[in-house]
């Protein structure tokens, strides 16, 4: 296109009827020399810029359309995933509602079960009060000195406990229920539960008032106490039986325990 431009122009001195070039044109023909060859230049730019632009256009478009393509696999594969979880979430609410059901199976077999239990312990319970009903109950003579035989000479403080305690039972206005109360402490006592002991010594001390066998059931209670690492408690009560029974062989031990201990 350039060429055809320039080729004209050439031609032009030469049809005016070969006169001589003058410098003026000279200078007109390189004028139009440098604008022909900046016009080229300007559309070899716009060229390039369209081809760049359509370029960029094109680029910016496929990188979208691959952005969008990336989207929509998310898109399935997070939808993908949410049905996965959906079914696991059914899965876990039928397992739920499965173990529910069997656990209030479970419940009523055993209920079921404790029922048919008590009614049969109710009927043994029956049976053994009958037995002990119509068994023929020792005297008393007998029943102390049996549970005074097994704890001080057999050494089977829960037998003899047990029997002490039938003891009571079936005569608490003799005149050796005192003792049996005190033996049963003892038991305890020797069976180093000191906490039991302490309380059923105490109680033969509310029970039995002044009863000489009171100063016996103090002393050891006392004794009780320091086994505990409780010494304020036994000095408290050793002192109680100095004062209360000042001629019992209870307050002379006393005394000596007293003075061991620091008071």
Request: with cysteine.
């Amino acid at each position: 296109m350039a060429k055809q431009r320039i080729i004209p122009w050439l031609l032009v001195p030469l049809l005016l009827g070969g006169c001589l070039v003058t410098e003026r044109d000279l200078q007109v023909q390189r004028d139009m020399l440098d604008l022909t060859r900046r016009l080229d230049g300007v559309e070899r730019n716009l060229k390039l810029v369209q081809e760049d632009t359509a370029g960029g256009v094109k680029a910016r478009f496929d990188g979208l359309t691959r952005s969008q393509a990336e989207l929509q696999a998310g898109l399935d594969a997070l939808r993908v995933d949410t049905q996965g979880t959906q079914g696991r979430f059914d899965d876990l609410e039928r397992a739920d509602a499965d173990l529910r059901q069997h656990l209030t199976l479970l419940k009523d077999e055993l209920g079921l079960q404790v029922a048919d239990l008590d009614q049969r312990l109710a009927r043994l319970e029956q049976g053994a009060d009958a037995a002990t009903a119509s068994a023929p109950v020792p005297s008393a003579n007998e029943l102390y000195e049996q549970a005074l035989q097994t704890i001080r000479d057999q050494q089977d403080f829960v037998a003899g406990r047990t029997q002490m305690e039938e003891f009571l039972k079936h005569y608490p206005a003799d005149s050796r229920a005192v003792n049996a109360a005190y033996w049963i402490g003892e038991t305890h006592y020797a069976e180093k539960a000191y906490d039991k002991a302490i309380l059923q010594f105490e109680e033969v001390a509310q029970k039995y008032g002044d009863d000489p066998k009171v100063a016996s059931a103090l002393y050891k209670q006392a004794l009780a106490f320091d086994a505990l690492k409780d010494r304020k408690s036994a000095r408290l009560v050793m002192k109680k039986v100095v004062e209360r029974f000042p001629l019992a062989e209870e307050a002379k031990m006393g005394k000596e325990k007293l003075k061991e201990w620091g008071s």
